[in-house]
């Protein structure tokens, strides 16, 4: 667990990346300006601070420059930008930035950049004359989100009605916090619409992986191979609330 420092004008921003970290164990602040931004900074020192380039009143590489010159920069810093060019960019690193992540950031990519950004020892206010190896810029590439789970999913075999009650608790009876999602899907009837049976299988799919992992979204996007975004929106369609399932689950 780690404190972050999230630092972006845009609201929708600002709770996309606290609840993307937060589902991580992160504790997350938020500053919508540099102001509170120096504020926040002058109050306690963040493991990480992920700040955006574009603002209102100061623009980030301003209050980087700052942080630079009174020596506050003792915390990895990561840029983000939709706009930016490669200067900006490279600016950014050349005055102590330690990575640059361009909007909208792919969410294995954030990930990786934060885990990367606390693993980084705290140094001293790099020199203005620091030169990065290279600037790493995030493509917002659908692809990047999805990746193979490091372990066996559970077959599509083991929700088929057809194959009787035995069958279908198969592999997941083994947690009582599953049943009730196992009883949901033995239940599906096939004389139903298809939209209808599909919709009542899709249900059953999402409340077992969100049981599973304990209602972190995070996990179970990437184990459903769904970008965060279009997970929220399907879930949201089928009437499923990811809040009451980790409750549940306790």
């Not at 209102?56 to 700052?66: A, N, R």
């Amino acid at each position: 667990m780690a404190n972050i420092l999230v630092v972006d004008d845009e609201m929708g921003i600002r709770e996309l990346l606290s609840e993307i970290l937060g589902d991580e164990g992160h504790v997350v602040a938020t500053a919508e300006n540099a102001q509170q931004a120096r504020e926040l900074r002058q109050a306690s020192v963040p493991d990480l601070v992920l700040l955006d380039i574009w603002m209102p009143d100061t623009d980030g590489v301003t209050l980087l420059k700052e942080w630079q010159r009174d020596g506050l920069l003792t915390m990895p810093v990561i840029m983000m930008s939709g706009h930016a060019t490669i200067d900006t960019a490279v600016e950014a690193t050349r005055i102590g930035a330690l990575n640059f992540l361009e909007k909208p950031i792919a969410l294995q990519k954030l990930l990786k950049a934060v885990q990367q950004g606390l693993s980084h020892s705290r140094e001293p206010a790099r020199p203005a004359s620091y030169r990065p190896a290279a600037v790493t810029s995030v493509a917002s590439n659908a692809g990047e989100l999805h990746h193979t789970p490091d372990h066996a999913v559970t077959p599509i075999s083991a929700y088929a009605p057809a194959l009787g009650g035995d069958n279908l608790h198969h592999g997941i009876a083994t947690n009582s916090a599953y049943a009730p999602v196992a009883d949901n899907a033995a239940n599906i009837s096939f004389d139903l619409p298809l939209r209808e049976a599909r919709d009542a299988f899709e249900r059953a799919y999402f409340e077992y992986h969100l049981v599973r992992e304990n209602g972190s979204m995070t996990r179970v996007a990437e184990r459903t191979g769904l970008e965060r975004t279009h997970l929220y929106r399907k879930l949201k369609q089928l009437g499923v609330e990811p809040g009451k399932l980790s409750r549940k689950n306790h």
